[in-house]
């Protein structure tokens, strides 16, 4: 069993910043790319950030500049600084681990439970 946990979402006046972080637990043989998603109302979800095993990262173009996305292997953990946020990053924001199977197979996907992240005009 494999569980993330998220914290870190909360209410910001535009222009703020907060740290997102989620921990991967449980049956883990390793654990392959990381990343970040968010669900506004109305709209579908889409990728924020991912950072692979081997530390290439990705950003959706509206918070490039903006967001930055870390790992820590040993920790299992993944974070997420949101600087100069604005309105329209209000949404859910989901942490996403791909899991390697024991046998070394890629990979089956686990997702957090969310966290609202909300931001003020």
């Known amino acids: 069993q494999v569980q993330l946990v998220e914290s870190g979402g909360g209410l910001v006046q535009a222009g703020g910043s907060l740290r997102l972080s989620c921990t991967i637990s449980?049956?883990?043989?390793?654990?392959?790319?990381m990343g970040w998603y968010r669900q506004a109302p109305g709209k579908e979800r889409e990728l924020v950030a991912r950072?692979?095993?081997?530390?290439?990262?990705n950003y959706v173009d509206s918070v490039m500049g903006r967001f930055i996305i870390s790992r820590d292997n040993a920790k299992n953990t993944v974070a997420l600084e949101m600087n100069s946020l604005k309105p329209e990053d209000t949404a859910v924001y989901y942490c996403?681990?791909?899991?390697?199977?024991?046998?070394?197979?890629?990979?089956?996907?686990?997702w957090g439970q969310g966290t609202q992240v909300t931001v003020s005009s």
């Open positions: 950072i692979s095993s081997g530390g290439v990262i």
């Open positions: 449980g049956s883990i043989f390793a654990i392959n790319a």
């Open positions: 996403k681990a791909d899991v390697y199977y024991s046998g070394g197979w890629c990979c089956r996907g686990y």
